[in-house]
């Protein structure tokens, strides 16, 4: 099936550093999402993206749609603790189709 | 307003016994879906509901699973006989009814973390 290849694994920053995460996939995708899970929760949607190209803010984090709709990359500018978490990137190969997962970035930052 | 809600929060079996997680969507919305949650993974979609209807099952092992969601509001997902690789976080997801660009967001519950001994 379609899989989604997340990169790092793993992270653990400094607070106020800056993060940068991303997703490829050997398939194209129509829509890429990127979510947050924290421990013993569901993932929170973040940032949702719909066009090739498509540069996405939500305050601390922006999100692209790659051009060739094969990826798409999340930063966080200027980390804080709170920011902890797994993030996953999803993505979505046709409209109404389902989504697929990555396996996930684990974020640590160092107060 | 109420998010998804889900229950237990967590399960401890011995393999060959059935389990059971419930699920209540956010009200009003039409699609339900489960996922099943691997240590270290995204969650994998299980079985997607558009109302009453099972509209997208191919992931759900039928030997072992079912699932149902009677009356199109609230859903139940069975596992019977449970094995050791079925542990994993069970979560539930809901939406509303797909708009012109065929996207709208997923809300997840908090999962059920099931442990099979």
Redesign the interface.
């Known amino acids: 099936g379609q899989q989604?290849n997340?990169s790092p694994q793993s992270m653990f920053i400094q607070e106020g550093e800056d993060v940068s995460m991303n997703c490829t996939s050997s398939s194209i995708f129509n829509?890429w999402l990127w979510y947050k899970q924290d421990p013993?929760?569901?993932?929170?949607?973040l940032i949702?993206l719909?066009k090739a190209g498509e540069l996405t803010s939500n305050g601390r984090l922006t999100a692209q749609f790659g051009i060739t709709r094969k990826d798409s990359f999340l930063n966080i500018s200027a980390s804080i603790p709170s920011d902890v978490g797994i993030y996953?990137c999803?993505g979505?190969p046709g409209?109404?189709n389902?989504?697929v997962?990555?396996?996930?970035t684990i974020l640590r930052v160092k107060s | 307003e109420a998010g998804?809600v889900q229950s237990p929060?967590y399960k401890i079996i011995e393999k060959k016994q059935p389990v059971a997680f419930w699920c209540n969507p956010i009200s009003g919305h039409n699609t339900l879906y489960w996922y099943r949650q691997n240590l270290?993974?995204?969650?994998?979609?299980l079985i997607?509901y558009e109302n009453e209807e099972a509209v997208?099952d191919s992931q759900l092992p039928k030997d072992r699973f079912s699932a149902e969601r009677l009356k199109g509001v609230d859903s139940t997902l069975k596992i019977q006989p449970a094995e050791l690789g079925d542990s994993a976080v069970y979560?539930c997801?809901s939406e509303t009814a797909?708009g012109l660009?065929?996207?709208n967001?997923?809300f997840?519950?908090?999962?059920t973390r099931l442990t099979v001994l």
């Open positions: 989604l997340q829509t013993g929760e569901g993932p929170v949607l949702a719909y996953f999803a979505m409209y109404g389902k989504l997962f990555g396996a996930g | 998804v929060r270290g993974q995204g969650p994998e979609l997607r997208d979560l997801a797909r660009a065929g996207v967001e997923q997840f519950g908090p999962g």
